[in-house]
C-alpha cells in the first residue's frame, strides 16, 4: 500500500525558515518518475511548488524560486522541501506527490501558516 506522510509544517512569522518532510512507503523514490510539493491556499487552486526528477533535475514555481529547495534521501525514502523567507502569501496545505508510470499519488498534506 502506497503512503505518503508530510511532517514539518507549522506557524512561522515573515521571514522565516520551515522544512516539510515526507515520508513514502509502498514504492522507492528513487524509481519513481518524479517527486513533486505542492500547496492549496484557503479559496484557491492547488498549485506546483516543486519537483525533482528520476534523474535529479529540479523545477521550481516562479514564486518560491530562490527560496525553496527540495531534495531527497533515496536511503530514507524520504523528500524534503526547505523553506527560507517565507511570505504571508506562502501560507496554504503543502501536498507531498509522487509520480510513478504515470500514477500520482497524494499525502494528506501538512499546513503551513505564515505571519505577518
Known amino acids: 500500500q502506497v503512503q505518503l506522510v508530510e511532517s514539518g509544517g507549522g506557524l512561522v512569522q515573515a521571514g522565516g525558515s520551515l522544512r516539510l518532510s515526507c515520508t513514502v512507503s509502498g514504492f522507492s523514490i528513487f524509481t519513481s518518475d518524479s517527486m513533486g510539493w505542492f500547496r492549496q491556499a484557503p479559496g484557491k487552486q492547488r498549485e506546483f511548488v516543486a519537483q525533482i526528477t528520476r534523474a535529479g533535475s529540479l523545477n521550481y514555481a516562479d514564486s518560491v524560486k530562490d527560496r525553496f529547495t527540495i531534495s531527497r534521501d533515496n536511503a530514507k525514502n524520504m523528500v524534503y522541501l526547505e523553506m527560507n523567507v517565507l511570505k504571508p502569501e506562502d501560507t496554504a496545505v503543502y501536498y507531498c506527490?509522487?509520480?510513478?508510470?504515470?500514477?500520482?499519488?497524494w499525502g494528506q498534506g501538512t499546513q503551513v501558516t505564515v505571519s505577518s
Open positions: 506527490r509522487g509520480t510513478r508510470s504515470e500514477y500520482n499519488y
